[in-house]
């Protein structure tokens, strides 16, 4: 069996994160912060404790995936560090697994502690520990699938355009849809919430979480939805990013 | 075998304007040569490199390494090379080390073999002393030798190199073109593209001089020397009105107060150079150098008859 895109997909995480979190650990505190002030002003401003950390936990893992994979990558390829990697014996699946994965350790101290007040204040129950990472992994893989796309075909922007973009891009999957607020806020159209990676994770969280009971038929039907979007997103990097230039 | 070979090779990049980057390029570097393209700015040269490495899509003809067609076969063509693209930056949080062992790592190198290329190609670039040190507090030449580095500790047969050394000082340079000759006498295979044609001269066993995306010559540096319809240049340097004075000698390249005259035959040469002194005015005579071959090819000063 052939190791080496796993064993590439670790060199790229741990080398692309580890050194700069050895050398300037306090970027970790500042993210783990700014995770929380989405969630700050949320319940301070009306909100329940319970959407304010749900929305924490699926943004800070949702934004830090679509910032990697077109921050970063975009990045890569302005100091031409993608170019050398694209002539190597790596694939680009790997890589972008391996790019998204090295943000993931910058984000998972916010995500922790999320997950360690929920817990402690018993507003997840220990017995969803694991569905909740599940889905807030499944999120990321769509989001940083996503990301991944949108910057190989975005190669002639600017960098400071497509820093934008993730932006524009992270508005769009985590403020816009009801991932910090209640799916009910959209009327008729509360379905729609299922068709965002972020949102779906979300509506699963709380239903975990109690506060929007759903029935083990939709509970699977969104699990599914979820599934779906990310493995789509994962063959859209694998069939369609343009790895090589044109 | 051929390192790198080429057939018609056509690249042509559609946009806003459409640009026919290389118009039939044939070009073949022999397994175990050092090969350079030469050429101005815009010639191709990096469009060329650019495709031998899997990096970007050719538009027609047919592009091999080691026999392996680089559109059909790119994940075996990856196996065996290492490219640097020319002005390649560091993650500025890398350290020369880390540099060599990244690189290394992804090429599928055990940690030995990069513990042992790492210290060789680290020692030979100069920065061992530095190999702990975070790029952000090295020169420009220090990182791009960094980078260098980490090329030349792959164990890649074809190495890739596009204007490796610019920016590099004198003495850091020559440590560059030790390190290579020294791979080439290893048996590995290098494609340089330069603009330096001290560097061309010292470095290749052949040359190509590109020009708006064709070869306007191949060949030895000395093959390419040889092209030159003078073999002798004189510099000339003093008062302009002196110098006005010797124009009926011959060609000339005009840089201000000083020109370069060039010569077919060796007698006419020496005559001006005389002609020079006795004006007072400051002459040498030399051979023909590569680099005003290189002009000559592609016509990019202007002679005065």
């Known amino acids: 069996m052939n190791l080496k895109p796993l064993k590439d997909v670790y060199i790229i995480a741990t080398m692309k994160a580890i050194p700069d979190i050895k050398r300037q650990p306090l970027t970790l505190i500042i993210i783990t912060f700014l995770s929380f002030i989405p969630m700050f002003f949320t319940y301070v401003f009306g909100g329940q404790i319970i959407y304010a950390l749900v929305g924490g936990m699926v943004g800070s893992i949702g934004f830090i995936g679509l910032a990697s994979a077109v921050q970063d990558i975009a990045w890569d390829r302005y100091v031409k560090i993608r170019e050398m990697i694209v002539a190597m014996p790596v694939h680009p699946l790997s890589y972008s697994f391996g790019v998204a994965l090295s943000k993931l350790l910058y984000a998972s101290p916010g995500f922790i502690l999320f997950m360690v007040i929920s817990m402690v204040f018993r507003i997840l129950p220990l017995s969803s520990l694991g569905w909740v990472i599940a889905s807030v992994f499944l999120c990321w893989a769509a989001l940083s699938s996503i990301g991944f796309v949108m910057s190989t075909y975005l190669r002639n922007a600017n960098i400071n355009t497509l820093n934008n973009v993730s932006n524009i891009l992270g508005i769009l999957f985590i403020f816009l849809p009801p991932v910090f607020y209640s799916e009910q806020l959209w009327g008729s159209f509360q379905w729609l919430a299922i068709i965002f990676p972020t949102s779906n994770a979300a509506g699963l969280i709380k239903s975990y979480a109690g506060i929007s009971p759903l029935t083990s038929e939709i509970a699977l039907f969104r699990w599914l939805v979820l599934i779906i979007t990310s493995v789509v997103s994962l063959l859209l990097v694998a069939l369609k990013s343009r790895w090589r230039e044109e | ?305």
Request: proline share 3%; with cysteine; net charge positive.
């Open chain 2, 1 to 305: 075998m051929e390192a790198v070979k080429t057939v018609d090779l056509v690249k042509v990049y559609k946009g806003k304007e459409t640009v026919q980057a290389l118009k039939g390029v044939n070009l073949s570097v022999k397994k175990g040569e050092l090969f350079t393209l030469l050429g101005p700015n815009g010639a191709g040269k990096t469009t060329f490199l650019r495709i031998i490495a899997t990096q970007l899509l050719l538009t027609s003809g047919e592009a091999y390494v080691f026999q392996l067609n680089v559109t059909t076969e790119p994940k075996e063509v990856r196996r065996h090379i290492a490219v640097v693209p020319q002005d390649v930056q560091t993650y500025g949080s890398f350290t020369p080390w880390e540099y060599c062992y990244y690189f290394s790592m992804l090429r599928g190198m055990s940690r030995n073999e990069v513990q042992r290329n790492g210290e060789k190609a680290l020692k030979a670039v100069d920065l061992w002393g530095l190999r702990n040190r975070q790029c952000t507090s090295l020169s420009g030449g220090e990182r791009k030798r960094a980078v260098i580095a980490s090329v030349l500790c792959s164990d890649a047969d074809l190495l890739m190199l596009d204007e490796p050394t610019s920016g590099l000082d004198a003495v850091a340079r020559r440590k560059v073109w030790a390190v290579l000759r020294e791979l080439v006498g290893q048996g590995r295979s290098i494609l340089l593209t330069t603009h330096i044609m001290e560097e061309a001269e010292m470095l290749s066993d052949r040359l190509a001089v590109i020009n708006k995306g064709m070869v306007v010559a191949e060949g030895t540096p000395q093959e390419i020397r040889g092209l030159a319809k003078e073999k002798y240049r004189v510099v000339v340097e003093g008062r302009l009105e002196d110098i006005s004075a010797l124009q009926a000698y011959g060609r000339t390249a005009k840089f201000g107060s000083r020109q370069i005259f060039y010569f077919k035959a060796e007698d006419a040469a020496l005559e001006l150079t005389r002609a020079a002194l006795k004006r007072g005015l400051k002459a040498e005579i030399a051979p023909t150098t590569l680099e005003d071959v290189f002009v000559e090819l592609v016509g990019g000063e202007q002679f005065e008859p």
